[in-house]
């Protein structure tokens, strides 16, 4: 890791992060009104259906971090590395609680697709900074509500949603501006940043594909 959001604030792009989050509005939405996460979400699905959703989940921020740590010290994608958003060892617990083996699950077509977009990024880091951005600013974000929906509706316990708390950060509003100015700090010539968006929209795209898969 190079360095931490709160510590990267030099402006040299600061429409990136708004230029991210029109560009993926529509992804967004689309994503949060599909028909699982309604379900899920309004409680008409039962522990079972969050269970599947989080072993799918385990493949991708398997990935997302294998590739992190690869790149931890590169210029680009080095900035937004920070060890205090590092979720396997948390969701690998949650599943265990969950009564899941993590290591015997197999990933959907939608989620192979998906870990192979992040794979690639391992030689385009500002592509990977859109995987990035995506998973975990929904997590330190959306990701609380789902926390506290799992336990309403479904009496899920706080062992087995470990993956939403995040130890070391104490107040997320406060990171999440600081990542977005990191975002905006970020050295990329008009090329890279372009990728970054496209990027993630196809990020929020392959969520669709999951949420797809795990209604069918």
């Known amino acids: 890791m190079t360095t931490t959001p709160e510590a990267s604030r030099t402006a040299t792009r600061p429409q990136l992060s708004e230029d991210l989050r029109a560009a993926t509005a529509v992804a967004h939405d689309r994503a949060e009104r599909a028909t699982f996460v309604d379900d899920l979400m309004?409680?008409?699905?039962?522990?079972?259906?969050?269970r599947r959703m989080a072993a799918q989940l385990y493949f991708v921020y398997r990935a997302l971090e294998e590739v992190g740590d690869?790149?931890?010290d590169d210029p680009v994608a080095g900035p937004v590395v920070d060890e205090r958003l590092r979720?396997?060892?948390r969701l690998s617990a949650d599943l265990v609680a969950l009564g899941l083996d993590p290591d015997a699950a197999t990933p959907l077509p939608g989620v192979a697709a998906y870990v192979a977009a992040i794979e690639a990024t391992r030689t385009d880091p500002a592509r990977f900074v859109a995987h990035h951005y995506t998973r975990y600013l929904g997590d330190l974000s959306g990701g609380q509500v789902i926390r506290s929906r799992m336990?309403?509706?479904?009496?899920l316990t706080d062992e087995m949603l470990t993956f939403y708390v995040f130890d070391g950060i104490d107040k997320l509003k406060?990171?999440?501006?600081?990542y977005r100015a990191t975002l905006d700090g970020l050295p990329l010539d008009d090329d890279q940043a372009?990728?970054?968006i496209d990027e993630a929209v196809a990020a929020f795209e392959h969520n669709e594909r999951l949420f797809a898969e795990l209604a069918a």
């Open 42 to 50: 309004s409680g008409r699905l039962d522990a079972s259906g969050y």
């Open 194 to 196: 372009r990728a970054v």
């Open 174 to 178: 406060r990171y999440k501006d600081a």
């Open 87 to 89: 979720r396997v060892p």
């Open 70 to 72: 690869d790149l931890a």
């Open 151 to 155: 336990k309403l509706h479904y009496g």
